[in-house]
């Protein structure tokens, strides 16, 4: 009789533990996100070797996410932004201007359209309303497609015949970054995020076939994005097909 009921109170549990494990899932895989935000996109490559804060141009971003499980979010979203940089920028070691970057005298500037699908890994469930604080960062890594139209000249007289350039392109990056998600309320929530794209491409100053001695033709050029972002939470919950058929059982 004892080992009877221990069986019942042990079933009993296991279905509690897997009901609400398939309740959370469930209500994740029913909630999704529209949003916007806005920030900068920076450019780092021949004329910017390193991340310089004085690149930073103004970027907008539009984006939907939609959760497949408590930690696992897809999300496509949508960047505007503004490209440039400068040699005369660049820091040497005794503080001015290298010797190339001080022969060369060239500067870039453009425009960029970037469309991403990424996955985001959530390190907390921020949905989970019984949570006093509903937050959580994340991490992320997917696929973006870009289109950039950008301009690089030099005040340098005896290269302007070959180093004056301007044109557009497409392109293929892998966006990676991280971020983090506060629920302001049931529906409002709060983004801050940081990213980097790798572009596998030399060809966004146009520097990528010039005089080797003057470029580096190795070095592939990247952007990133980093920004604060709104969004609004629509949540669907499922109703089981028990009280679908009898819906007297909700009352």
């Given at each position: 009789?004892?080992?009877?009921?221990?069986?019942?109170?042990?079933?009993?549990?296991?279905?509690?533990?897997?009901?609400?494990?398939?309740?959370?899932?469930?209500?994740?895989?029913?909630?999704?996100?529209?949003?916007?935000?806005?920030?900068?996109?920076?450019?780092?490559?021949?004329?910017?070797?390193?991340?310089?804060?004085?690149?930073?141009?103004?970027?907008?971003?539009?984006?939907?996410?939609?959760?497949?499980?408590?930690?696992?979010?897809?999300?496509?979203?949508?960047?505007?932004?503004?490209?440039?940089?400068?040699?005369?920028?660049?820091?040497g070691v005794n503080g001015g201007v290298p010797p190339l970057q001080?022969?060369?005298?060239?500067?870039?500037?453009?425009?960029?359209?970037?469309?991403?699908?990424?996955?985001?890994?959530?390190?907390?469930?921020?949905?989970?309303?019984?949570?006093?604080?509903?937050?959580?960062?994340?991490?992320?890594?997917?696929?973006?497609?870009?289109?950039?139209?950008?301009?690089?000249?030099?005040?340098?007289?005896?290269?302007?015949?070959?180093?004056?350039?301007?044109?557009?392109?497409?392109?293929?990056?892998?966006?990676?970054?991280?971020g983090f998600k506060y629920a302001l309320s049931e529906h409002i929530?709060?983004?801050?995020?940081?990213?980097?794209?790798?572009?596998?491409?030399?060809?966004?100053?146009?520097?990528?076939?010039?005089?080797?001695?003057?470029?580096?033709?190795?070095?592939q050029d990247w952007y990133y994005y980093s920004g604060i972002s709104?969004?609004?939470?629509?949540?669907?919950?499922?109703?089981?097909?028990?009280?679908?058929?009898?819906?007297?059982?909700?009352?």
């Open positions: 009789m004892a080992n009877l009921n221990f069986r019942i109170a042990l079933l009993a549990c296991l279905t509690q533990a897997g009901s609400a494990f398939f309740c959370t899932n469930s209500s994740a895989q029913n909630t999704s996100e529209v949003g916007i935000g806005i920030g900068a996109t920076n450019y780092r490559g021949e004329i910017s070797p390193n991340y310089q804060l004085q690149n930073n141009r103004p970027a907008f971003t539009a984006f939907y996410r939609k959760d497949v499980s408590v930690p696992i979010t897809l999300r496509g979203g949508v960047t505007v932004g503004f490209l440039r940089a400068a040699d005369d920028n660049v820091k001080s022969y060369r005298q060239t500067n870039t500037k453009g425009s960029l359209l970037e469309a991403s699908a990424v996955v985001e890994y959530n390190f907390m469930d921020y949905h989970y309303r019984t949570d006093k604080l509903h937050f959580t960062p994340y991490l992320f890594i997917g696929v973006a497609g870009f289109y950039a139209n950008t301009k690089t000249v030099t005040n340098n007289s005896a290269l302007s015949g070959s180093f004056n350039r301007e044109g557009s392109m497409l392109g293929i990056a892998i966006p990676a970054g991280v929530n709060l983004g801050l995020e940081v990213g980097v794209r790798k572009a596998f491409t030399d060809k966004l100053d146009h520097l990528m076939d010039q005089d080797p001695l003057l470029v580096n033709p190795n070095d709104l969004s609004y939470t629509f949540f669907k919950i499922r109703c089981p097909d028990q009280y679908k058929k009898g819906k007297r059982l909700l009352k």
